[in-house]
């Protein structure tokens, strides 16, 4: 069984702080999708990311899969209260394989 | 505004009762996916539907019977549910079965 381990799993900061997320797994994946879930609503995906080493950026969010595409992490640069939500990670393993395999998410709060 | 668009937003529903979510997508995708996820934590995969067939399912009780009427459809019907079963019910599409899934906002399912 293919596992993610998603971590910190529960996050608080202040406005303008910094804050970064990582995914980690000792299996490979085709790729990784990031989700964002806030209250009442689905999760909405942020990015996918396919390539080993790939950096792709998204206004103050930042996302990187790593170079044997076991693992990723998601930065966020000076925090604000509209990206707090629980983020997911989720690997694919391509092909034919239609499962997502999820992180147990993280439930990040920004205070204002 | 997803692009998935799941009816209802809510529901409440007795032991005994017989209820139909539904999920809709106009994207063109040939997969779509049942979700089950409680607060706070990753959506657990249910069902698969690839090309108006059933491909995947994650050995989910009879109670639960999902339809896909045609490519843009996806129904789960509900029938003598359990206390248990309460949990935000999620739709999800994707144009293959290894490509990013596209969730909707789901149905928050509460069994009395």
């Known amino acids: 069984t293919q596992l993610l381990e998603q971590s910190p799993q529960f996050l608080s900061i202040q406005e303008g702080e910094n804050l970064t997320v990582y995914c980690n797994s000792s299996s490979v994946f085709s790729s990784l999708q990031w989700y964002r879930q806030e209250p009442g609503e689905g999760p909405v995906l942020l990015v996918t990311v396919v390539t080993g080493g790939e950096v792709k950026k998204l206004k103050r969010l930042t996302f990187q899969f790593g170079d044997a595409r076991k693992d990723s992490s998601l930065h966020i640069t000076a925090a604000q209260p509209g990206d707090t939500g629980l983020y997911l990670c989720a690997g694919g393993r391509g092909g034919s394989n239609y499962k997502l395999t999820f992180g147990k998410g993280t439930l990040l709060t920004v205070n204002p | 505004d997803t692009e998935v668009t799941q009816t209802p937003k809510h529901l409440v529903m007795g032991m005994t009762n017989k209820k139909s979510l539904k999920c809709e997508q106009h994207?063109?995708?040939?997969?779509m996916y049942w979700y089950k996820q409680k607060a706070k934590k990753p959506p657990e995969l249910m069902f698969v539907?690839?090309?108006?067939?059933?491909?995947i399912n994650e050995s989910v009780p009879s109670r639960f019977s999902p339809e896909c009427p045609n490519s843009s459809l996806l129904n789960l019907h509900l029938h003598a549910l359990q206390p248990e079963d309460s949990a935000l019910y999620l739709c999800?599409?994707?144009?293959?079965?290894?490509?990013?899934?596209?969730f909707g906002d789901g149905t928050r399912l509460s069994i009395l």
């Open positions: 999800a599409s994707s144009s293959e079965g290894n490509q990013p899934q596209h």
């Open positions: 539907y690839s090309y108006e067939k059933l491909s």
């Open positions: 994207m063109g995708h040939r997969a």
